[in-house]
């Protein structure tokens, strides 16, 4: 009997749960090493979503405190550094605190949950009320960090207190970790009171970081690096680490060698180059590693279906909004052309500002290039000069996400094009192809277009199929169905005006040689092997037009099938 595989830790956030409850776990203790050999007061470190963030949080949390258990690192990379951990293991109180949760309409519901999150925190240590260590009044400072009617001075006040009366009861200096620091700052950018939460946000920080005696050492993280104005004001001991550098590069995320450790585990080395191809291509600093939260998703997707496909499991847990507005600048013809050769696999050099604020984010079409790079829907190619980067698509898995947004933003402009949709439906129902090509060439100049050649033929006739539809989708009133989706590679159209007793067959071939004639034949051809005539013809459907369209770059040919 084979012996029982450890668990994959998808979204598992708790060092301790993932190393008691036998999980798989990539050991990233290393990260303790650096930080401690690196020593910086105040690190913040930015990486896009779901690159374990929070657990490395987590992993630093049991490692430095006091009530920890050391066990939890046996046999980790970390144990080795005995010097280390003989100074530092367990030896801190640590104040802890995540900012991820704070997702509101409005400031007043936002300033709650942050004081729920202080409460959460001061109200692990609640020892101190016992403490010989802290007078009377100390108590009754502590005490109002317990209270669940937290007035604003008292929050921003509150990780500094917190620090001070630990460090009098233990005589130790306390170690915070703020985890997605920047959460509350994107929620209230995007529900208009930002100006409140930045002024609540820099207060809080202030006192922690800058007028905190009592700190021996703090850890942010978060996605985006907020402009030092905003925030970090007057603080001179802040170290910022963002994906372009190279200190902790390895450390997030995963890399070729953990991912091929894995998979050989997991007895999965044969969908290697899958999951590299979808889900690897980031560059942290001189580091190339893999988004760890997809690798472990279609790890456990292909452990109960070993024929699972990849898929884009990122996507359901970011909004796309940048590469929304991205692609909405393509009205600007440069940026356009700039987002073909992106989705070509090609690289775009753009000079990158890593400090933003949120107001300027979608200001400049600069700005969204900036917030594309810090968000991981691009990554970075080879060396940096100075501000000017090499960008890139990672891989195949947010490719998809562009093409998708590509096609959604197709649709939308589709529709305010009333009078050529009109001739566009009235040339294919009279059987019209010379207007039919010509319209839809038109449509193929306006539009994104997909000449990838990173891309597989039947994703090419996907996006040309997928134009087809957005196009035929204004008509309401038509039946329009197709094969591509149920997966069954007959013909791709069936269009049913519902007038006229007719019914309208399109079969749409990407020419890779350029031969556009030959793949027009080629798609007639084809509707004569399927069933969709004789079905039509069951349902006393007499007038029935056959159509081959087939697409090169944005060309295209139309043909009329022999009736």
């Given at each position: 009997?084979?012996m029982?595989?450890?668990k994959?830790?998808?979204g ?24 401690l050999?690196n020593?910086g ?21 049991h490692f430095f405190s006091l009530n ?5 690192f046996?046999?980790l ?15 801190y109180p640590?104040v ?9 309409l ?7 949950m ?8 001061a109200s ?6 016992e403490s010989?260590?802290l007078?009377?009044?100390d108590?009754m ?18 990780l500094?207190?917190l620090?001070?009366m ?5 005589n130790?200096k306390?170690?915070?970790l ?10 209230a950018?995007?529900?208009?009171y930002?100006d409140?939460?930045i002024?609540?946000i ?6 922690a970081?800058?007028?905190?005696n009592?700190?021996k ?9 907020i ?22 590069d ?6 070729d ?27 942290f ?13 279609h790890c456990?997707?292909i452990?109960?279906?070993p024929?699972?496909?990849p ?13 929304k507005?991205?692609i909405q600048?393509?009205?600007?013809a ?10 070509a696999g ?8 890593q ?15 900036s917030?594309l ?10 060396k940096?000069?100075g501000r ?5 698509i ?5 490719r ?9 933003f197709?649709?939308?402009?589709v ?12 040339a294919?129902k ?7 090509e010509?319209i ?21 006739e ?7 539809i ?6 309401n ?7 591509r ?5 007959y ?20 020419a ?6 030959g793949a ?10 399927t ?8 349902d006393?459907?007499?007038?029935i037009?056959k159509?081959?369209?087939?697409c ?7 043909m009329?099938?022999?009736?």
């Amino acid at each position: 009997m084979e012996m029982l595989k450890k668990k994959l830790p998808i979204g598992i956030e708790d060092f301790e749960k993932l190393r008691f409850d036998n999980f798989y776990y990539v050991d990233k203790t290393g990260f303790i090493a650096e930080l401690l050999h690196n020593w910086g007061a105040v690190n913040l470190f930015t990486r896009p979503r779901r690159f374990g963030k929070s657990l490395n949080m987590s992993m630093l949390e049991h490692f430095f405190s006091l009530n920890g258990d050391k066990s939890i690192f046996d046999g980790l990379a970390i144990s080795k550094e005995t010097a280390l951990c003989e100074e530092y293991m367990g030896k801190y109180p640590v104040v802890s605190i995540s900012l991820k949760g704070i997702d509101a309409l409005s400031f007043e519901m936002a300033f709650r949950m942050g004081a729920r999150a202080v409460r959460r925190a001061a109200s692990k240590v609640q020892y101190l009320l016992e403490s010989d260590a802290l007078s009377e009044s100390d108590k009754m400072e502590y005490q109002k960090l317990l209270d669940s009617n937290m007035d604003e001075s008292t929050f921003c006040d509150s990780l500094r207190i917190l620090s001070e009366m630990l460090e009098k009861h233990h005589n130790k200096k306390v170690i915070l970790l703020i985890d997605e620091y920047d959460v509350p700052l994107v929620k209230a950018h995007a529900n208009g009171y930002y100006d409140r939460m930045i002024s609540l946000i820099r207060s809080l920080f202030g006192e922690a970081l800058k007028t905190n005696n009592s700190l021996k050492l703090a850890v942010l993280t978060g996605c985006l690096r907020i402009s030092k104005e905003s925030i970090f004001t007057g603080l001179n001991n802040l170290k910022v680490l963002t994906i372009a550098d190279e200190r902790f590069d390895e450390y997030f995320g995963f890399t070729d060698e953990e991912v091929r450790e894995l998979l050989e585990y997991y007895d999965m080395a044969d969908h290697y180059d899958a999951v590299k191809k979808w889900y690897d291509g980031y560059q942290f600093g001189n580091a190339e590693v893999y988004c760890p939260w997809d690798v472990l998703n279609h790890c456990d997707r292909i452990r109960s279906n070993p024929e699972a496909q990849p898929e884009n499991y990122w996507i359901n847990t970011s909004s796309n909004d940048a590469v929304k507005r991205f692609i909405q600048e393509s009205a600007n013809a440069t940026t356009k052309r700039e987002i073909e050769r992106l989705v070509a696999g090609e690289i775009i050099i753009k000079e990158i500002h890593q400090e933003l604020t949120y107001a300027e984010i979608y200001q400049t079409i600069d700005n969204i290039w900036s917030l594309l790079f810090t968000t991981g829907y691009l990554t970075q190619r080879g060396k940096a000069e100075g501000r000017w980067m090499k960008l890139a698509i990672p891989n195949q898995e947010i490719r998809d996400i562009f093409i998708t947004q590509i096609m959604e933003f197709f649709k939308e402009n589709v529709r305010e094009d009333g009078d050529t949709l009109n001739r566009f439906c009235e040339a294919l129902k009279s059987g019209n192809a010379e207007d039919v090509e010509e319209i839809f060439t038109e449509y193929l100049r306006k539009t994104i277009s997909i000449r990838d050649t990173a891309v597989r033929k039947d994703m090419k006739e996907n996006f040309y199929h997928g134009v087809l539809i957005g196009i035929l989708g204004v008509k309401n009133r038509w039946g329009v169905t197709s094969n591509r989706e149920m997966g069954e590679g007959y013909a791709d159209i069936l269009v049913e005006p519902g007038t006229g007793n007719m019914g309208i067959i399109i079969e749409v071939k990407y020419a890779h040689d350029g031969d556009l004639a030959g793949a027009c034949q080629e798609a007639l051809k084809q509707i004569e092997h399927t069933g969709y005539e004789d079905d039509l013809e069951d349902d006393g459907v007499e007038n029935i037009l056959k159509y081959g369209i087939a697409c090169y770059k944005k060309q295209c040919r139309v043909m009329l099938g022999e009736r």
